[in-house]
């Protein structure tokens, strides 16, 4: 890649990044990450080929500068590495909550900004991102910001009003997953399996009717009414799930989390 990146965090998704944009193709010599803990860089040197620089320097030093960072981080950073960036470069944020107009209020005018938000399973390269443009992006940084987030998964483009529920529905979803997968377990082990067997048969069921879901194209609702035979045993689950209102209780638990996203870039 002609373009130098710079991945400012070294955190989970920070490592991932950088992970997945070298089994991309990526040169390490064309990547930067910033970390501060001495034993901490040291083992990224080792592990990635890499420089592990500050972040006035990789503010110097890069095109390309990815903030992977909390929320509650991101204006000091942003206060730190304002003073090296120019115009000409392209930042790219993955913090919950922190609009693109929040970052570009806090760095040299002119700068293109692209708001990103993407999920842990880009742990395993099967993300999904949501991509959206900043007041100074053009195709160029948009495409930019995609071919990054593509070493990790999947990549989509929505306007920045959408990000709010795309952190509710995707940014959160997996932790909504694990939460129904550990009751299908602790049901399993209620009934007598043991725990490392029902674990296999949730996790492969949950793995299978992901790749079913994708694979096949169809509605969920026609793959659910296939499993679902009249008077038999799923529609007895199914009904218990009405019952006690699960899908409402799903709603309200996305809308909480994107009424917290709203939160968080309100403070």
Request: charged share 30%; no cysteine.
């Given at each position: 890649?002609?373009?130098?990146?710079?991945?400012?965090?070294?955190?989970?998704?920070?490592?991932?990044?950088?992970?997945?944009?070298?089994?991309?193709?990526?040169?390490?010599?064309?990547?930067?990450?910033?970390?501060?803990?001495?034993?901490?860089?040291?083992?990224?040197?080792?592990?990635?080929?890499?420089?592990?620089?500050?972040?006035?320097?990789?503010?110097?030093?890069?095109?390309?500068?990815?903030?992977?960072?909390?929320?509650?981080?991101?204006p000091d950073l942003l206060a730190e590495i304002a003073p090296a960036v120019q115009a000409t470069q392209t930042v790219v944020s993955l913090a919950a909550g922190i609009t693109t107009s929040f970052v570009e209020s806090r760095l040299p005018e002119g700068v293109a900004v692209v708001r990103v938000m993407p999920n842990t399973p880009a742990l395993v390269d099967e993300g999904m991102a949501a991509i959206s443009r900043g007041a100074h992006c053009d195709e160029s940084h948009l495409e930019l910001a995609e071919s990054l987030l593509a070493a990790t998964g999947?990549?989509?483009?929505?306007?920045?009003?959408?990000?709010?529920?795309?952190?509710?529905?995707?940014?959160?979803?997996?932790?909504?997953?694990?939460?129904?997968?550990?009751?299908?377990?602790?049901a399993g082990v209620h009934m007598g399996l043991p725990r490392g067997t029902a674990t296999e048969l949730v996790v492969q069921t949950v793995v299978g009717s992901a790749k079913l879901l994708r694979e096949t194209g169809e509605h969920p609702t026609v793959l659910r009414e296939r499993v679902t035979s009249p008077g038999g045993t799923t529609a007895a689950a199914?009904?218990?799930?009405?019952?006690?209102?699960?899908?409402?209780?799903?709603?309200?638990?996305?809308?909480a989390a994107r009424n917290r996203s709203r939160d968080l870039a309100a403070e």
């Open positions: 890649m002609s373009t130098k990146v710079a991945v400012l965090g070294a955190g989970v998704m920070g490592e991932t990044l950088l992970s997945g944009l070298i089994r991309a193709g990526w040169r390490p010599e064309d990547l930067l990450i910033t970390e501060r803990r001495e034993e901490r860089a040291a083992e990224l040197r080792e592990r990635y080929g890499v420089d592990v620089v500050s972040n006035i320097e990789a503010a110097k030093q890069a095109d390309t500068l990815v903030l992977v960072v909390k929320p509650q981080d991101m999947r990549v989509i483009r929505v306007p920045e009003k959408q990000q709010d529920a795309v952190t509710a529905i995707s940014g959160s979803g997996p932790a909504y997953l694990f939460f129904v997968v550990e009751a299908m377990i602790e199914v009904r218990e799930l009405e019952d006690h209102k699960v899908r409402a209780a799903f709603l309200s638990a996305i809308e």
